[in-house]
Nanobody, 122 residues
Framework: VQLQASGGGLVQVGGSLRLSCAAS????????LAWFRRAPGKEREFVAL????????GYSDSVKGRFIIFRDNAKNTMYLQMYSLKPEDTAVYYC????????????????WGQGTQVTVSS
């Protein structure tokens, strides 16, 4: 599966943004999906994950209550709706996919999108 992330941009503190991750290839619904991010000078970190059927989701503590992950298997697309953005949310956001059981470890995921930049200005 090939992934294409989009929707990043510049937003003010407290603003909202929606990221998209479009997938090509077959059997999109058989993949667990996740978002990770990498801030300047930091390691890539887990943000959110979603199971194949959209009933299981998970979030890092830093985004819980502010971000929502969801997917539309009919459109082969995953989304990350971000609210109440903070300067510390500034990072390149990556989407990832893997057919194995859900994990918040970046080492689990075989397929990655190219990343989309999110910048939150204060």
């Amino acid at each position: 599966v090939q992934l294409q992330a989009s929707g990043g941009g510049l937003v003010q503190v407290g603003g909202s943004l929606r990221l998209s991750c479009a997938a090509s290839g077959r059997d999109f619904s058989n993949y667990g999906l996740a978002w990770f991010r990498r801030a300047p000078g930091k390691e890539r970190e887990f943000v959110a994950l979603i199971g194949r059927s959209d009933t299981r989701t998970g979030y890092s503590d830093s985004v819980k209550g502010r971000f929502i992950i969801f997917r539309d298997n009919a459109k082969n697309t995953m989304y990350l709706q971000m609210y109440s953005l903070k300067p510390e949310d500034t990072a390149v956001y990556y989407c990832a996919a893997d057919p194995s059981p859900l994990s918040d470890s970046r080492y689990t995921y075989e397929y990655w999108g190219q990343g989309t930049q999110v910048t939150v200005s204060s």
